[in-house]
């Protein structure tokens, strides 16, 4: 007969059982199971836009002037400051008016020699007639008079031009405004050397007023002159009309906008560089129709954009991408991607995974004093 095994001993038992209490604490424990979180739901649906298309812009006069001298010379004074309001004919600078002056007293006296000079070649020539008609001289000599006379009133009348345009230069040293309107800029100041033509001040001109605002490149197509716009003062006050005046050929090299003029209508325009909001009517989004999301709905993806949709299946969240448009206020605008009556979450994006199981959020409710309340 075969001899069975000797039972452990009670030191080998000990160790057995050790080891296998020490296998079952270093085991890890069975993950918890994640908790269902709750999601808020907006169904999704076409919408009616409501923002509006709106530029900044600055009110300006119709008709500005770079205001200069017609001659050269040294500012003396300048009366017109910023913003003063000016009157036709009002002294705006002056120059120092001496050389001109000593030029128009030279000019002066060539007339009065030239004067003179005609004067006797006329009191000449009726002697000469006087003698030809006595036979005395022959009718050669006094066709040689006439002659003399008529040079020396040639003389006599560039002697006059020039002083009358001497006379003019000395003038000119006066700058005066030729309408009324007021300063918007001052380029030049007392004591300074100016060229003949270099812009002193600038005068915006009593009259129509106008709202310059650039447009980008991809909205000017839109605008066309005599569009009718709205005007929004940046203060208080009501809304003004105007009308698309004029729209630049080009784009401005460093902005790549256009300036587009509007004219104001009405009889009370704002303050000559005051800041209003222009809201073309072209560009306006009156009875378009979207898909519109919050922006709390929206998750980053990459480059791209993506919402949770929910699928009341199975309970269950899925990533679908979508392209936004461009924002309507504070909702964004969804070009593509979701269609009306699609689900999806509203508010906490962030924490939520694909295919992970949700639960609906419903507002609480209770009832107090016979009244319902909604707990949110």
Request: with cysteine.
């Amino acid at each position: 007969m075969s001899s069975l095994p000797a039972p452990p001993s009670r030191k080998g038992l000990f160790w057995v059982c050790a080891a296998t209490f020490c296998l079952a604490a270093c085991s890890r424990p069975e993950p918890a199971p994640e908790p269902l979180r709750a999601v808020k739901l907006l169904t999704v649906g076409a919408n009616a836009l409501q923002a509006q298309q709106e530029y900044a812009g600055e009110v300006r006069a119709r008709t500005e002037s770079r205001l200069g001298f017609r001659v050269a010379g040294k500012i003396m004074q300048r009366p017109a400051e910023l913003g003063a309001h000016v009157r036709p004919g009002e002294l705006l600078a002056q120059l120092d008016p001496q050389d001109y002056q000593l030029a128009a007293q030279a000019a002066q006296a060539q007339v009065t020699a030239a004067q003179t000079q005609q004067e006797l070649a006329a009191a000449d020539y009726q002697r000469y007639a006087r003698l030809q008609a006595q036979n005395f001289i022959s009718g050669a000599e006094l066709e040689r008079r006439e002659t003399t006379l008529k040079a020396a009133q040639a003389t006599l009348a560039q002697s006059r031009a020039q002083a009358a345009a001497q006379s003019n230069q000395t003038g000119y040293t006066r700058l005066l405004a030729d309408v009324a309107g007021v300063i918007t800029a001052i380029e030049a100041e007392p004591g300074q050397v100016v060229t003949a033509g270099a812009p002193v001040l600038r005068l915006a001109h009593d009259g129509p007023r106008d709202v310059v605002f650039a447009a980008p490149e991809d909205k000017v197509s839109a605008l066309r002159t005599g569009q009718a716009v709205q005007v929004r003062p940046w203060v208080q006050g009501a809304l003004l009309q105007g009308r698309i005046r004029e729209v630049a050929a080009s784009a401005d090299p460093t902005t790549r906008t256009y300036a587009v003029k509007v004219a104001l209508e009405g009889a009370n325009p704002p303050a000559l560089g005051a800041t209003v909001y222009v809201l073309p009517q072209s560009l306006g989004r009156a009875g378009q129709t979207a898909i519109t999301l919050p922006t709390t709905a929206l998750l980053q993806q990459g480059n791209g954009t993506a919402v949770w949709v929910y699928d009341p299946a199975t309970s269950t969240v899925r990533l679908q991408k979508i392209e936004v448009a461009t924002a309507d206020g504070n909702a964004a605008v969804v070009a593509s991607g979701l269609t009306p009556g699609m689900q999806v979450v509203a508010t906490g994006v962030h924490v939520l995974s694909p295919g992970q199981k949700v639960t609906v959020y419903q507002p609480k409710t209770g009832v107090a004093n016979g009244v319902v309340s909604s707990q949110h």
